[in-house]
């Protein structure tokens, strides 16, 4: 159903539309993304097509810096296994999960600030909004208090089930560096 609003607003650009003029149709018109976006039915395909490859864009990065990440943990934790991880103890081995936890944050912070450098490029006007968003869409918080504009609101999503993947991949990892300290005790137990 078209609204009184939203047969006028067809005939005007995509480029005369301000975001402040896109909120007051928005408003005037209860909503609807054909009216909010002025050009959604002409330029759906387009916009679409400007989403995907921006998110495949980022996700690409986000898997690099992920790998790159985890791998120079991996390089890590065979350096201090092959010293003998049994030789560290309870104490030493809480203070190598506490090290690698954070080096996962970190590398999880600077996976968040790369999504957060997008929005604020291209969809946010502050810092604080873009991080803010970019960490809980990255969490999948979403707590709704902050979207995006309707040409980059499938971002949100797809940087959710990136987060989670890149979590899942972090959780695995700490999981492999605990298995991997139990059985170094364990042989050094049995070993006496």
Known sequence: MMGSYTLPLRKLSAARLTA?????????????????SGVGAV??????????????????ITLGMQSAGMAGL???????FARGAQALGAWGSAVLVVRFTSLIVCLHISEIL????????????????????SATSYSTVGYGDVVLQPVWRLLGPVESVSGV???????SFLFAVVTRLLESSESAKSRR
Request: charged share 15%; hydrophobic share 50%; glycine share 8%.
């Open 20 to 36: 402040g003029s896109r909120v007051l149709i928005g408003a005037l018109t209860g909503g609807r993304e054909s009216s909010v």
């Open 43 to 60: 330029f759906g395909p387009m916009l679409f097509l400007r989403q995907a490859c921006a998110a495949i864009v980022l996700v690409i």
């Open 74 to 80: 991996i390089e890590w934790a065979k350096s201090h």
């Open 114 to 133: 790369l999504w957060t450098v997008f929005y604020r490029w291209r969809c946010l006007s502050t810092w604080e909004s873009a991080f803010y968003f």
């Open 165 to 171: 993947l890149m979590c899942g991949l972090s959780a």
